[in-house]
């Protein structure tokens, strides 16, 4: 298999460093992407302000994508890829990396969810960080919490999540590590070859749930 991957920036080279890591035969660029050759798959990771354009393109010649997060910078685009892609029969991933780490998958079985913390870094103008808040958002719908039952605080350092008081998840570095477990499994569809759209439905999800929280609509604080 042979990978595309557009984006130069930090984002961009996190996965083909990743990539080289495991032994994966890719190219990378950035605007010229598209005089490169096409790939069996790709990723973009470029600006987010240009997530939805590349993506389409790309999904408009069957190749599949992992987008990075945020998928899009608003709901509205995101649901209109989400539209396209069931349309094209398209496989599409999101970059919400924490839901593949080993670590989250036993954590989120421990026990029955009454009450629900998240703890991430600093905020932006819209409130959150979108390099946080996409994965604070992922996890809680991944757990079935909808976000407006859950508390978000601000912290430095890593992602930490708290259940019902007591239950404690690390973001700790994990081997392999959860950008490698979901970049393994967007190449084992891939190789399956059947549409798979869930990770941009949860995609859509959360940029629905991130404009409601950055609107001041009711969220824990």
Known sequence: MRLGLIGRGYWGNVYAKTLTKMGVEFWQAGRNWREMPKPDAAIVAC???AHYKTAKQLISQSVPVLIEKPVCLSAH???KLLKFAKFKGGIVFVGHTRLYSPEWQKFKLQSSIQSIRFFAGGKSKLGWSLDWLPHLMAM???IGVHPSAATFKEKNGRLGVIVNETLEFKDEL???APLECLLTEFMSCVKLGLPDVRGL???VRVMQEIERMTMGEAYGT
Do not use: R
Request: aromatic share 0%; glycine share 6%.
């Open 47 to 49: 600006s987010a302000n």
């Open 77 to 79: 685009d995101a649901e």
């Open 140 to 142: 809680c719908l991944d």
């Open 174 to 176: 994990t081997d392999p």
């Open 201 to 203: 439905s949860l995609g």
